[in-house]
């Protein structure tokens, strides 16, 4: 089958399903929600939607525990509902893709039932490791979430892997079996008439032999021997030969830690065995490799992720863009302003949404969400953020533990989606699952609808804008002023059109700075943020789009 690579010219939309919309009344956000929003969905100018994961789940990690691959969550509505949006999304000319989480399931799995109690095939569906006995551990790795990455399984009387939350136990991808599964999977929900996969921490799914002792990294202890692992490429290029190329279908790969060079063993448009790639660069810009290891926030290092991927991508493989998804904090709160709510979001907008790539958007962000802020921290619900909380910086005072929280917690930006002004925000007419931000009076879809100036339309302008412009999609890519620590300006060309698009991170006013050979008396402003630009500065967190017809 073709790959007619589609997704170059999509925008995607990314639904958490727990927050999006209750459709049922159980307060907790589901499918008929979804379906009832489609065509706010579609209004954005998006074509596209990637679900975080909806199929059946204890919910220990949000649905990214799975007890069953071949079917959808009773909460979320079952496989009627999600026909029904499926069906829904695409008559109105947007594809779906599905996360794909193979690295590990729940424990609650049938999988992991039968394979704790050694019923074949099962046996060896997971990492098992004899008890070393005097206390110790099968080595010394971290997990992702919670302490150690071993369990003590009682049932079966030996430790099991798991590099996330100790309820997600690592399947044992050397497995052919285990290949089979998935390819099964991924056949599955690709006959139904889904469009792709966003796969979860795939580069995660092969381990280094024997499973040595880390003894380099003072944390995350045994990424370097799991994250890129030894037959990771011949894994996925089975699936793709065995399953994905039989569809036109779209594989966008989760990658934390990973450099544009080693991407493209991932994803080059000639030899990559996927198409696109979460990569986590432009995330770090106030954290070092993980929100939990804060940092103040640095325009120069979000500049150079941004425009190394552009350079080094560039006729090799396709980027994806993002500035949010459910596992980091609001961009506003971080990288923009929170009192320069719509300015600021407006220009974080302008600032990834004309790079060359494939643009997501995540639930909230075209309203401009802001981070939650609980008061209490038994309010927060996500595993990570709790085992963080109890378990670092004891010695601080609570006030500063909780404003770490605050920076760091992925709950900062899984509150409710905020649809109106009306009790909890027009979410749910049940009780929400979880909290609701407080500020959703102001900041709401109802509002910004109203509102001819709202961050929303600027939203739909600016894909809309995306869309017209052959050189958004086919364009070069260059930056200017790259040393500046205020400014992000860059340019797009293609056939003798060009783009330039202007950006503030400043609070104060800037000196306006148009590269050499951009004649702006030749050009259109096609997108702004202030009624009023000048000619001689940049007001806070201002942005402008120019520019020229060929
Ligand atoms: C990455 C997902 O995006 C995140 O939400 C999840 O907790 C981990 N992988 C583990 O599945």
């Known amino acids: 089958m073709e790959h007619t690579r589609w997704y170059k010219d999509a925008v995607f939309y990314q639904i958490w399903p727990r927050s999006f919309r209750d459709g049922d009344g159980d307060g907790l956000g589901d499918l008929w929600g979804v379906y009832e929003k489609l065509d706010y969905i579609r209004s954005l100018g998006v074509d596209g939607v990637w679900f975080s994961p909806l199929y059946p789940s204890p919910g220990v990690d949000c649905g990214y525990d799975i007890s069953d691959y071949m079917d959808i969550a009773p909460e979320y509505g079952g496989m009627e ?3 029904k949006v499926l069906d829904g999304a695409h008559e109105r000319g947007m594809r779906v893709i599905m996360d794909l989480v193979v690295n590990h399931t729940s424990d609650e799995h049938e999988w992991f039932r039968k394979s704790r109690r050694r019923i074949e095939p099962y046996t060896d569906y997971y990492i098992w490791r004899p008890d070393p006995g005097k ?6 790795w971290d997990s992702n979430f919670e302490g150690k990455a071993w369990t003590f399984d009682q049932e079966r009387g030996e430790y099991y892997l798991h590099l996330f939350a100790v309820k997600q136990p690592d399947l044992n991808m050397d497995n052919p079996l285990v290949r089979q599964e998935v390819k099964k999977i991924l056949k599955f929900w690709l006959d139904m008439g889904v469009d792709g996969f ?3 921490v795939i580069t995660y799914i092969s381990k280094r032999e024997g499973l040595p002792n880390d003894h380099l990294f003072p944390v995350y202890k045994g990424i370097r021997f799991y994250n890129h692992g030894p037959h990771v490429h011949e894994y996925l290029r089975e699936f793709k030969a065995e399953v994905l190329d039989h569809y036109d279908c779209m594989t966008l790969a989760e990658a934390p830690l990973v450099s544009p060079k080693r ?3 991932y994803i080059s448009e000639e030899t990559g065995q996927m198409d696109m790639m979460i990569q986590f660069q432009c995330m770090c810009a106030d954290c070092l490799f993980s929100d939990y290891f804060h ?20 006729g090799k493989a396709w980027n994806m863009l993002y500035l949010e998804n459910h596992d980091h904090p609001r961009v506003i709160s971080r990288y923009g302003s929170e009192r320069y709510r719509v300015k600021s979001g407006k220009m974080l907008a302008a ?11 995540y639930q909230g962000q075209e309203i401009g969400m802001t981070n939650w802020r609980p008061q209490d921290p038994e309010l927060y619900e996500d595993v990570q953020t709790r085992w963080q909380y109890a378990n670092t910086h004891l010695k601080d005072t609570p006030e500063k533990r909780l404003r770490r929280m605050w920076l760091a917690s992925r709950d900062s930006a899984r509150t409710p989606m905020q649809w109106s002004g009306e009790e909890n925000a027009g979410f749910t007419t049940g009780k929400p699952w979880f909290s609701v931000n407080e500020n959703y009076r102001e900041i709401n879809v109802a509002a910004a609808e109203e509102d001819p100036d709202s961050l929303l339309h600027f939203y739909r302008r600016a894909i809309a ?9 086919h364009g070069s890519y260059r930056e200017y002023h790259a040393l500046s620590s205020r400014r992000y300006t860059y340019a797009r060309e293609w056939e003798g059109e060009r783009l330039l698009v202007l950006c ?31 000619g001689k500065t940049l007001k806070p967190y201002e942005t402008r789009v120019y520019h020229w017809a060929k």
């Not at 400043?506 to 700075?513: G, H, M, T």
């Not at 402003?525 to 202030?530: A, F, G, K, T």
């Open 351 to 361: 600032a990834y949404l004309f790079q060359k790539g494939t643009p997501f958007v």
């Open 504 to 534: 503030s991170f400043s609070e104060k006013d800037i000196p306006l700075r148009i590269p050499g050979g951009f004649d702006l008396t030749k050009a259109e402003l096609v997108l702004q943020n202030y009624a009023d630009p000048d």
């Open 263 to 265: 991407a493209l063993d």
């Open 198 to 200: 966003r796969e979860d």
């Open 81 to 83: 509902a999600f026909r």
């Open 465 to 473: 804008l995306r869309k017209a412009l052959p050189v958004v999609r």
């Open 135 to 140: 206390g110790k551990l099968p080595n010394n």
């Open 295 to 314: 940092m103040s926030f640095s325009l120069r290092r979000l500049k150079h992720a941004f425009s190394s991927w552009q350079r080094k991508l560039e």
